[in-house]
């Protein structure tokens, strides 16, 4: 068998976000976020594009998964030492900007809520646990969405400022790795995610979309500024959901149409953050599309002084794609949509599965940036059965993650820098994309379910021992 030579210090972890495992979406001050709006279930986002959706909480109609998630708020100590005992050397967590702002625009911060993330952070130092911060991972105040309208206004650079700063500040002597926004292109699929507002047709998007990410880019170089202002021996880093695009053959034509999609999605934020200014290809974009971005006097000095240290991104799929579509071919289990590529099989829901696209993605973006790579995110979501006994047999979830993992090897092989390696959803936890606790990605069981019911007792799977020992011997034993 193979061993691969994974770097001394290598982060080996798993990662959550704030609104998928806190609960407690009440206590302590905190305010609505998004998430908290959104209802159980996988028509959730067809729910909240829907004309006239209010951003209220409607219990008589809806259940709301996010309200208890798997309670981590009481629950992190215990969480906490189970990813000690698997031997995490990283966790990457999100910080909920509603518990430290409750509607966004307060001109102070909530000390219940800041002191709460200080519980967390002394446990992990307590285990020797690195936490990987993401200072926002869609959870957007509902107050910014339903006062300003979002990223689209202006004022929420200032508010996202002031959040940002705030607990840089408060935890620059706990926290080291930090990233701005997640998935920060996911926008571009999915309106809502990243840009706290959604539109009702294709037509109306282009401009409030892209003047919505001129301002969040410009509010992630300020927080870059002041994260290296503030603690100047952290790191901190954009985050991309990132899929290679791979032509449907080798059509000139669909190469091409490949390739702009790729240039789209996967680089231009990427180029933006990393590189400190606009791609060349998306000026025909904006031609095209007719958008005429509202640039502010010192906006463009101030994204070529907010460059990211390193690039986090989340993998979880390829993209194959032709110029001209059809229903017979479409890939619609994808998240980001394409056509179905027959050499890959696919997960419970639909999502391709493709290792070899991962070492891939980390030659890409290496050649293209040269900064250290952090794979932020990468599982897969599956159906797990509970024996008789208690156990939880998930040697599909090992395959997955032994493969992928080993593609990692073959990158660093290949030459590429390569911090460290979060698995998404390290314990089971409400799925962003359609509200199920059945679609469970953990080492850690949690007994929580669709309709709300469950103990949340936690459980190890097999998939904790298996992890356990990779990380135990640096990724030597897959």
Partial sequence: MKKYDFPKGFLWGGATAANQIEGGYKEGNKGLNIADVLPGGKERYNILMKPGFDFEIHEDLFFYPNHEAIDFYHRYEEDI????????????????????????????????????????????????????????????????????????????????????KAILGRYKDKVKYWMTFNEINSGLVMPINGLGFSYQTEEDKYQPTFQAYHHQLVASAIAVKACHELIPESKIGCMLLFAPVYA????????????????????????????????????RYFKEHHISLDIQEGDLDLLKDGTVDYIGFSYYMSRTEKKVKSDADSSEGNI???????????????WEIDPEGLRISLNK???????????????LGAYDKEEEDGSIHDDYRIDYLREHIKAMGEAIED????????????????????????????????????????????????????????????????
């Fill in 81 to 164: 030492a189970l990813f000690a005992e698997m031997g995490f050397k990283a966790f990457r967590l999100s910080i909920a900007w509603t518990r430290i702002f409750p509607n966004g625009d307060e001109s102070e911060p909530n000390e219940e809520g800041l002191a709460f993330y200080d519980r967390v952070f002394d446990k992990l130092q307590k285990y020797g646990i690195e936490p990987v911060v993401t200072i926002s991972h869609y959870e957007m105040p509902v107050h910014l969405v339903k006062e300003y309208g979002g990223w689209r206004n202006r004022k929420v650079v200032s508010f996202f400022e002031r959040y940002a």
């Fill in 365 to 379: 973006l290496y050649d293209r940036y040269q900064k250290p790579l952090f794979v932020v995110e990468n599982g």
């Fill in 415 to 478: 030459g590429v820098e390569l911090m460290g390696y979060t698995s998404w959803g390290c314990i089971d936890m409400v799925s962003m994309s359609t509200g199920e606790f059945s679609k469970r990605y953990g080492y850690i069981y949690v007994d929580k379910h669709d309709d709300g019911s469950g103990t949340l007792e936690r459980k190890k799977k097999k998939s904790f021992y298996w992890y356990k020992d990779v990380i135990e011997s640096n990724g030597e034993k897959l």
């Fill in 336 to 350: 980001i949509g394409g056509v179905r590529n027959p050499f890959l099989e696919t997960s419970d829901w639909g």
């Fill in 248 to 283: 449907y053959d080798s059509n000139p034509e669909n190469v091409m149409y490949a390739l702009q999609e790729e240039q789209l999605f996967n680089y231009f934020c990427g180029d933006v953050q990393v590189r400190g200014e606009y791609p060349a290809f998306i000026k």
